[in-house]
């Protein structure tokens, strides 16, 4: 199945600073989805974005699916930015078509 | 507050106990997803309900038994679970197989 590796694992800013997180996919997509997982454990939707670039405020995607890759940008961050941020493709095709993979993760903290 | 909504939010049982977690969409969407998220691993996905018939069980154990009696509704009914099978369940619905997935608060479990 489809592969789905998230960078850096770990991330800490001061309230204020602009980040980026990274994910890597080893295969072609017809799902790519960003989610932040709150302490609570629910996963909230941040952007579905298998291609192209998305602004939602503070934050913006960019999937370039060429290049098996996609990038979450958040600006400004603010202490509620912290937790997980999950990235989860799945395949266009084959066997693994409509699965969704998750990443291990980036677990963002945001000092004030 | 969530389309998905699953109850309960906590369990605690014991390996000779027999209980259910339940998930209600709220979104019209026809496809519906069990995942299951364990500490220091990613999120993996268990069951997959398109139109109410079992698209995929990703070799999940006998103890673990879905049901999906229309596409509002999935159950995942519990017995004879082992310690090692505490996590944090997670529902989530899509309008479509392969759609943007949309996820519930998740059902935190307890096996003692």
């Known amino acids: 199945g489809i592969q789905v590796e998230q960078s850096p694992p770990d991330l800490i800013l001061q309230e204020g600073a602009n980040s980026t997180l990274r994910c890597n996919f080893s295969?072609?997509?017809?799902?790519l989805q960003w989610f932040h997982q709150n302490p609570w454990g629910q996963l909230i939707n941040l952007f579905y974005?298998?291609?192209g670039t998305k602004q939602n405020g503070r934050l913006s995607a960019t999937t370039v699916a060429t290049e098996r890759y996609s990038l979450l940008y958040i600006s400004s961050s603010q202490t509620t930015d912290s937790g997980v941020y999950f990235c989860?493709?799945?395949?266009?095709?084959?066997?693994?078509?409509?699965?969704?993979?998750f990443g291990q993760g980036t677990i963002l903290t945001v000092h004030p | 507050e969530t389309g998905v909504t699953q109850t309960p939010r906590h369990l605690v049982m014991g390996m000779t106990n027999k209980k259910s977690l339940k998930c209600e969409q709220h979104?019209?969407?026809?496809?519906m997803y069990w995942y299951k998220q364990s500490a220091k691993k990613p999120l993996e996905l268990m069951f997959v309900?398109?139109?109410?018939?079992?698209?995929e069980n990703n070799s999940v154990p006998s103890r673990f038994s879905p049901e999906c009696p229309n596409s509002s509704h999935l159950f995942l009914h519990l017995h004879t679970l082992q310690p090692e099978d505490s996590a944090l369940y997670l529902c989530?619905?899509?309008?479509?197989?392969?759609?943007?997935?949309?996820f519930g608060e998740g059902s935190r479990l307890t096996v003692l």
């Open positions: 309900y398109n139109f109410k018939e079992q698209t």
């Open positions: 974005i298998p291609s």
């Open positions: 989860a493709a799945a395949n266009a095709g084959g066997t693994s078509y409509g699965k969704l993979t």
């Open positions: 979104l019209g969407h026809n496809a």
């Open positions: 989530a619905s899509s309008s479509r197989y392969a759609g943007e997935l949309f």
């Open positions: 295969d072609s997509v017809n799902n």
